[in-house]
Each structure stands twice: as structure tokens, then as C-alpha cells.
């Protein structure tokens, strides 16, 4: 059973930075693409960044391209989120994804269906 434990969330004003982690246990951590979605109240959870296997390859949405960076340390079974810039349309509650058994050595994931394990979540607040 994949665990994903997210910390780092909070308040900031806009154009401030946050970071969030996401340890994860359970399986070979390594070998699994992982990915960060955020859900604003009312609205459907949401891609943000996501990363492949080894931590070579990384993909963002549009929103947040160029403000966020999304990382790997595979020795600690741990995803990071760099948030700089941020604007009060990021506020959020920010879930660490790993993605299905299936997709193992796999590129980079952006569809919510692809990932099976989702951790609590963590609330990022953005005040303007």
C-alpha cells in the first residue's frame, strides 16, 4: 500500500514562495512518475507539475509554468513543489500523486486517472 505524506503548505502574500514536500512509502518509489494537483474550492481538482521516473523530465501547466518547479530525490522517497511568484488564484488545497503500478519507467503523467495514490492533502493560502 503506496502512503504519500505532503508538508510545507501555508499563508503568503502574493509573490512569495512555498515549498511543499511529499514523502511517500510503500513501494520502489524510484521506478513511478509522481505528480502535484491542486483543488480551489468549487472547482475540479486540477494538473499542475508532474515528474518522470529518474527526475529528467518534468511537465507543467500552462498557469504555473516559469513560477514553479517541481523535483525528485530518489534516495529519500521524496517529491518537492517550488512555488515562487505566487498569486492568489493559486490558492488551493495541493495533492502529491504517485502514478498507477502500470506506469512504472513512464514519461511524465498530467491525467488525474493515471494516478492511483493521493495523499491528504495540504492547503496553500495566497492573500492579496
Known amino acids: 500500500q503506496v502512503q504519500l505524506v505532503e508538508s510545507g503548505g501555508g499563508l503568503v502574500q502574493a509573490g512569495g514562495s512555498l515549498s511543499l514536500s511529499c514523502a511517500a512509502s510503500?513501494?520502489?518509489?524510484?521506478?513511478?512518475?509522481m505528480g502535484w494537483f491542486r483543488q480551489a474550492p468549487g472547482k475540479e481538482r486540477e494538473f499542475v507539475a508532474a515528474i518522470n521516473w529518474s527526475g529528467g523530465r518534468t511537465s507543467y501547466a500552462d498557469s504555473v509554468k516559469g513560477r514553479f518547479t517541481i523535483s525528485r530525490d530518489n534516495a529519500k522517497n521524496t517529491v518537492y513543489l517550488q512555488m515562487n511568484s505566487l498569486k492568489p488564484e493559486d490558492t488551493a488545497i495541493y495533492y502529491c500523486?504517485?502514478?498507477?503500478?502500470?506506469?512504472?519507467?513512464?514519461?511524465?503523467?498530467?491525467?488525474?486517472?493515471?494516478?492511483?495514490?493521493w495523499g491528504q492533502g495540504t492547503q496553500v493560502t495566497v492573500s492579496s
Open positions: 510503500g513501494r520502489t518509489f524510484s521506478k513511478y512518475p
Open positions: 500523486a504517485a502514478a498507477s503500478d502500470s506506469y512504472y519507467y513512464s514519461p511524465p503523467l498530467a491525467g488525474l486517472s493515471e494516478y492511483a495514490y
